[in-house]
T-cell receptor, first 114, second 113 residues
Framework: EAGVVQSPRYKIIEKKQPVAFWCNPI?????LYWYLQNLGQGPELLIR????????DSQLPKDRFSAERLKGVDSTLKIQPAELGDSAVYLC????????????FGQGTRLTVV | DAKTTQPNSMESNEEEPVHLPCNHS???????IHWYRQLPSQGPEYVIH???SNVNNRMASLAIAEDRKSSTLILHRATLRDAAVYYC??????????????FGAGTILRVKS
């Protein structure tokens, strides 16, 4: 079975440009997470979806970040405009709905803003 | 969210057991203890979880203190492939919060050959 697929793996953009990341979760997983991970730190939750609904987006900087999960399957995370401080790894994860289910992570997208 | 405290780093010799501690003194009665690890350039992966009783699986064992204020992840024979950052996470069991997964800084495990 394919795991969580993210693309692209790497992205280099100039500041003030827009960028988008794509995530395809494991089939049948209702819950989808987007995390940001800075070098040497643990992942920080940006947004969590239950099906199409964003149930926890309190950590998403809404002035420049947006996310969507159409039809409750694939998801995209967008930054517009990107800033130098957005350079990080963006991780997507999915799990079955419900408490205490195992979350599966993609390999992440490494974003470099120059 | 209840907080966990882990050592910044630990070192182990290959083929020896490793005990990774985690303190969670503010744990609530319904919080599960989860462990994930992150190998270099990879996303985190699930290791094990438990509530009150000790747990074993093919990857590791989880020993939970009787008062649940601390736990220990045990790797029975460390290999070089176990070198990773290990995260101890508390997950609430209430449905609205049960899927929340909050990471701390974790413990960097170095394995020497």
């Amino acid at each position: 079975e394919a795991g969580v697929v993210q693309s692209p793996r790497y992205k280099i953009i100039e500041k003030k440009q827009p960028v988008a990341f794509w995530c395809n979760p494991i089939s049948g997983h209702n819950t989808l997470y987007w995390y940001l991970q800075n070098l040497g730190q643990g992942p920080e939750l940006l947004i969590r979806y239950e099906n199409e609904e964003a149930v926890d987006d309190s950590q998403l900087p809404k002035d420049r970040f947006s996310a969507e999960r159409l039809k409750g399957v694939d998801s995209t995370l967008k930054i517009q405009p990107a800033e130098l401080g957005d350079s990080a790894v963006y991780l997507c994860a999915s799990s079955l709905q419900g408490t205490n289910t195992e979350a599966f992570f993609g390999q992440g997208t490494r974003l470099t803003v120059v | 969210d209840a907080k966990t405290t882990q050592p910044n780093s630990m070192e182990s010799n290959e083929e020896e057991p490793v005990h990774l501690p985690c303190n969670h003194s503010t744990i609530s009665g319904t919080d599960y203890i989860h462990w994930y690890r992150q190998l270099p350039s990879q996303g985190p992966e699930y290791v094990i979880h438990g509530l009150t009783s000790n747990v074993n699986n093919r990857m590791a064992s989880l020993a939970i203190a009787e008062d649940r204020k601390s736990s220990t992840l045990i790797l029975h024979r460390a290999t070089l492939r176990d070198a990773a950052v290990y995260y101890c996470i508390l997950r609430a069991t209430r449905v609205t919060y049960g899927n929340k997964l909050v990471f701390g800084a974790g413990t960097i495990l170095r394995v020497k050959s």
